[in-house]
């Protein structure tokens, strides 16, 4: 994106609000609060209202999520979130909302493809390594998520389903703790978005396997992981929705600063997060978050996690 001149985002009265907004991100700090952060300043500005993030960890992001679906649709308390609570965890777990029914978008913010990233400790180059490795000790090797339920759980869970492996499952408590595991060894392996995995790679973690149709062309040199026979597809991505019934021109009112705030932000994003913006509106968002939710029901049944009546 590049940067433009965008006027200040006012109220559908005409005037700004003095009240303060809460975006609550249902994570511990050190995930995609980070992203968000790099936002804030300019949401400010374009709203001419204080906003302000707040971490509501819990159910691996079910807790903050319930939370805003339970507010009142003004405007003033939004969330901030990853596919995880918003698609995937609904399917193993009852969270007390409904995805498609209990939020109504704002915009889409960032969207990444996933990798398969090895630790530096371990010997694996490619997934050959990986099913050797655990074929010869079924249940020794490790993959660490930010906790069970989310996409990565999901996707390492359906990962070891298709390749008929038995792998261990280690949840931490978000994604910091998760990155971390997989650091210090005590995980080998941890499905992650583009960006943290990059950044990752430059530490001594490898990225052996892309969960892409094709292969990406800022690692053209690492295989899909279909090319090498694990017939698996998924992304990242986070949104900020808003509580259903939101009346539509707050929702306008909203992304607008919002696609304002990415634009001002864009060059920060890409160097801080190594992530560009993905802005969709409010509506292609719904649209966007429908289809995921296809594919979230057919990742968790190949995963094996539900059991298949």
């Known amino acids: 994106m590049q940067s433009q001149h965008i006027p200040l985002i006012q109220s559908a009265a005409g005037a700004t609000s003095a009240e303060p907004i809460k975006i609550v991100v249902p994570f511990p700090p050190g995930g995609i609060d980070l992203i968000l952060n790099l936002l804030l300043p300019e949401l400010s500005k374009r709203l001419g209202q204080q906003v302000h993030l707040v971490n509501h960890p819990g159910g691996t992001g079910a807790h903050g999520s319930l939370e805003v679906a339970n507010a009142q649709p003004d405007g003033l308390t939004l969330l901030f979130a990853s596919q995880g609570p918003l698609v995937y965890q609904p399917q193993l777990s ?131 992981m279909i090319e090498q026979g694990c017939d698996l597809s998924f992304q990242s991505w986070n949104a900020l929705m808003a509580p259903a019934n939101t009346p539509t021109t707050t929702l306008k009112r909203l ?37 995921e939710l296809d594919r979230a029901c057919e990742l968790t049944r190949r995963s094996g996690l539900i059991p298949q009546k």
């Open 255 to 291: 992304g607008d600063a919002c696609l304002a705030a990415l634009v001002e932000a864009t060059h920060a994003l890409n160097q801080k997060m190594g992530v560009d913006p993905a802005y969709l509106g409010s509506a292609q968002t719904a649209t966007f978050i429908a289809s």
């Open 94 to 224: 009852l969270v007390g909302y409904d995805p498609q029914r209990s939020f109504v978008p704002v915009c889409r913010v960032t969207s990444t493809p996933s990798v398969l990233m090895a630790s530096g400790s371990s010997a694996f180059n490619n997934v050959a390594d990986v099913v050797a490795a655990a074929e010869a000790a079924p249940g020794r090797i490790a993959y660490s998520s930010p906790g069970t339920g989310g996409l990565p759980h999901i996707g390492m869970a359906a990962f070891a389903k298709v390749m008929g492996l038995d792998l261990q499952h280690k949840p931490m408590a978000g994604a910091a703790a998760a990155i971390k595991a997989l650091k210090d060894g005590e995980a080998e392996l941890i499905a992650e978005q583009l960006p943290t995995a990059i950044a990752l790679a430059s530490e001594g973690a490898r990225i052996i396997g892309v969960f892409a149709p094709h292969r990406l062309s800022t690692l053209p040199h690492v295989p899909t």
